[in-house]
């Protein structure tokens, strides 16, 4: 089962709103992503955690808050956002540690700016 | 410094022609990990294939087929008898012992009925 799911699949927020994007996999996967992709551009890495601690922050603006409760789940916390923050948001997991693994993505959040 | 060249941005073609996406990479690495990944419109980024740089064999998965050459850094991608399903956005990427995926610029395929 290499299934990764993610919800909502769309969300509009306004620039004072607080909201959270989740990623949930249950393939045992001891390493999990956060990825932003503009229209017509390949994903960008933001976030990477290993073994449920961060251990790469690709100098994400502090507005988005990454948190890993625990090796199934992945939660991407949005505060105070701009309209150019308006992106596809794609989570990924994979087995850690070695450049061989691959990555499995979810569906992605649609997220708009307002 | 690694990178990915996917050169063509847009390629349209009617159903049931064959189609190649081409793929060119550059890494210092000996070892390296190549990966292509298929994103319809629905979004969802879809694993299709993994090459390690020290297995040279080309793979075919029914209707598609990779030819790797380490003698061009390439990393070629063939749709045979294409269908409107096909039609997506396909990404080649690079892993090296950078961890990190270095992704080509993507190649749209639309597949005309």
């Known amino acids: 089962d290499t299934e990764v799911t993610q919800t909502p699949k769309h969300l509009v927020m306004g620039m004072t709103n607080k909201k959270s994007l989740k990623c949930e996999q249950h393939m045992g996967h001891r390493a999990m992503y956060w990825y932003k992709q503009k229209a017509k551009k390949p994903p960008e890495l933001m976030f990477v955690?290993?073994?449920?601690?961060?251990?790469i922050n690709e100098s994400v603006p502090s507005r988005f808050s990454p948190e890993c409760p625990n090796s199934s789940l992945l939660n991407l916390h949005l505060h105070a956002l701009q309209p150019e923050d308006s992106a596809l948001y794609l989570c990924a997991s994979s087995r850690p540690g070695l450049a061989k693994e691959t990555q499995y993505f979810g569906p992605g959040t649609r997220l708009l700016v307002l | 410094a690694q990178k990915v060249t996917q050169a063509q941005t847009e390629i349209s073609v009617v159903e049931k022609e064959d189609v190649t996406l081409d793929c060119v990479y550059e890494t210092r690495d000996t070892t390296y990990y190549l990966f292509w990944y298929k994103q319809p419109p629905s979004g969802e980024l879809v694993f299709l294939i993994r090459?390690?740089?020290?297995d040279e064999q080309n793979e075919i998965s029914g209707r598609y087929s990779w030819n790797f050459q380490k003698s061009t850094s390439s990393f070629n991608f063939t749709i045979t008898a294409s269908q409107v399903v096909d039609s997506a956005v396909y990404f080649c990427a690079l892993k090296d012992s950078n961890y990190q995926l270095i992704w080509g610029a993507g190649t749209k395929l639309i597949i005309k009925p």
């Open positions: 090459r390690n740089s020290f």
């Open positions: 955690y290993s073994y449920e601690k961060l251990s």
